[in-house]
């Protein structure tokens, strides 16, 4: 009775994995847990072991061929139905072995081709005084029988080379995650020693030899960059209007309210993936560039329409829910820090956030903005990521109760966990602070916030809000 293997589900947003190594092939016989193939999803490289312990009888998913989750990727039984479908793992075995039978069950060639003869005579004598009684003759009579003696003797050249090779590129073939990690760390795959399966060379090896690489190589000393030194050391200078305003209401707002910050890491390889896919699109029909900060906005945004109290804000005793999202924008300026307003944003897609951030970012830096655009505002976004910050500890500035800090994009291994287990991927990871007044806001109320913009980003459905 045979039992079917089918693709499984390889994590809570998977739906699909594309087959890129088959390690077993028809006729083979495997344990449970042994690894049958391997598979590649948008999240990791995995091998799908096999649940129950028989002989392969049918291949039904090609390499490099990518299916659904749940579809059946191999039978295994006892053996006997091995038989029945051997034409369907034929493009995926490599099967070298029968090559030398079209040639026993063929003497006609032989004879009109007569070419071959001599230069089995020739070589005939080799074998006749090193080999008196070669192992092939005794193998395989039926050559014998048709009197081509000397025959037999290169046909066990051929198979004794074709097993190596398959056992070389077993132990050469690396996956594209394992390649891309191993050509990120700087490590030469053909000096690592591979443990998997066959010699195979794993992430963990390639991992081991960048440690290994790290901890014996000699420190090459980088050239420094040389800093532009500012005219304004050794000088005094008068405070702007602008810096005492930032000065005292940075002031009267940390002695008025209690302060205090949450902070998650969010992995956004699905944005960052969809980003690098439509980005040239979108810069041609919108004329603005595709950054991740709309991306933060718009999930931000969502998140205060189903957590309102992290949008309010306190007068006298009461709290007061605004109907509508205006969020400030943080922008860098040599004049200081300014916070234009995108106002209703709940209502905006990404095309429309990258939109007015750009428009007022750049109006922000040549001081053209009007009053009324620096005012409104019921929570901040600040992009200190922008500048290289991992993550920071940003201030809310009243009457606001909550600011958004979004650190620096940037791609680390990571370990992923599924159905097939844990695996240490390459992702794109970024930390999100939340900074809040803890009078009217509690650290559950900041944490269910930071999940929901957390699940939005890693969801990476953007594709209904792109506005393009």
């Given at each position: 009775m045979?039992?079917s293997?089918?693709l499984?589900?390889?994590g809570?947003?998977?739906?699909e994995g594309t087959?890129t190594r ?11 847990d042994?690894?049958?193939l391997?598979?590649s ?6 091998e799908?072991?096999?649940p ?10 090609a390499?490099?061929?990518?299916v ?12 006997s ?5 051997p ?9 070298p072995a029968?090559a ?9 060639p032989?004879?009109e081709a007569?070419?071959p ?7 005939a ?40 090779a398959?056992?070389a590129?077993?132990?050469?073939y ?14 030469d ?8 399966v ?7 090896d390639?991992l ?12 090459v ?19 702007s209007?602008?810096?005492k ?9 940390m002695?008025s309210?209690a ?5 998650v ?7 960052a993936?969809?980003r ?5 699109a ?13 991306f ?8 205060l329409?189903?957590?309102?109290i ?6 006298g005793d009461?709290?007061?829910?605004p109907a509508?999202?205006?969020i ?13 307003v995108?106002?209703?944003a ?18 922000t830096?040549?001081?053209k903005?009007?009053p009324d655009?620096l005012?409104g ?11 290289g ?12 109760s909550?600011i ?11 370990v992923?966990?599924d159905?097939g ?16 007044d ?6 559950a109320?900041?944490?269910?916030f ?12 953007f594709a209904?809000?792109?506005?393009i």
């Amino acid at each position: 009775m045979s039992e079917s293997v089918n693709l499984p589900a390889l994590g809570e947003s998977v739906t699909e994995g594309t087959v890129t190594r088959w390690l077993k092939k028809v006729g083979d016989r495997v344990e449970v847990d042994e690894p049958l193939l391997e598979v590649s999803t948008d999240k990791v490289d995995t091998e799908i072991p096999s649940p129950v312990a028989g002989v392969i009888e049918a291949v039904l998913v090609a390499e490099d061929e990518t299916v659904e989750v749940g579809t059946t990727l191999v039978t295994i039984g006892d053996g006997s139905g091995a038989t029945e479908a051997p034409a369907a793992p034929a493009p995926v075995a490599e099967a070298p072995a029968p090559a030398p039978e079209p040639v026993a069950e063929a003497p006609a060639p032989v004879v009109e081709a007569p070419a071959p003869a001599p230069v089995v005579e020739a070589q005939a004598p080799a074998p006749v005084v090193e080999a008196p009684a070669p192992a092939p003759v005794v193998e395989a009579p039926a050559p014998v029988a048709e009197a081509p003696a000397p025959a037999p003797a290169p046909a066990p050249a051929a198979p004794a080379a074709a097993p190596s090779a398959p056992s070389a590129d077993a132990a050469g073939y690396v996956t594209p995650l394992v390649r891309k990690l191993a050509h990120e760390s700087g490590v030469d795959l053909s000096a690592v020693t591979g443990t998997g399966v066959g010699g195979r060379i794993r992430k963990q090896d390639v991992l081991a030899a960048t440690s290994a690489s790290v901890s014996t190589a000699a420190p090459v000393a980088a050239p420094a960059k040389a800093l532009e030194v500012s005219p304004l050391r050794g000088t005094t200078v008068a405070m702007s209007r602008l810096r005492k305003v930032i000065a005292e209401r940075a002031v009267i707002s940390m002695q008025s309210s209690a302060q205090l910050t949450s902070v998650v890491e969010v992995d956004v390889t699905l944005v960052a993936h969809y980003r690098d896919q439509v980005k040239a699109a979108f810069q041609q029909k919108t004329g603005v560039k595709l950054s991740f900060l709309p991306f933060f906005a718009l999930a931000a945004a969502e998140a205060l329409t189903a957590y309102p109290i992290i949008n309010a804000t306190i007068e006298g005793d009461s709290i007061v829910y605004p109907a509508q999202e205006n969020i400030s924008i943080a922008v860098d300026t040599e004049r200081g820090l300014l916070t234009p307003v995108i106002r209703d944003a709940a209502k905006l897609d990404l095309a429309g956030f990258a939109a007015q951030i750009a428009d007022l970012a750049e109006r922000t830096r040549d001081n053209k903005l009007k009053p009324d655009e620096l005012a409104g505002g019921t929570f901040t976004l600040t992009n200190t990521g922008s500048r290289g910050a991992l993550f920071d500890t940003p201030i809310v500035f009243l009457p606001q109760s909550a600011i958004l800090g979004t650190g620096i994009v940037t791609k680390k291994p990571v370990v992923v966990s599924d159905a097939g287990g844990d695996a240490i991927a390459i992702r794109s990871m970024v930390y999100l602070a939340l900074s809040y007044d803890h009078r009217i806001v509690d650290g559950a109320d900041a944490a269910r916030f930071l999940v929901a913009v957390k699940d939005r980003l890693e969801g990476g459905d953007f594709a209904a809000k792109l506005g393009i």
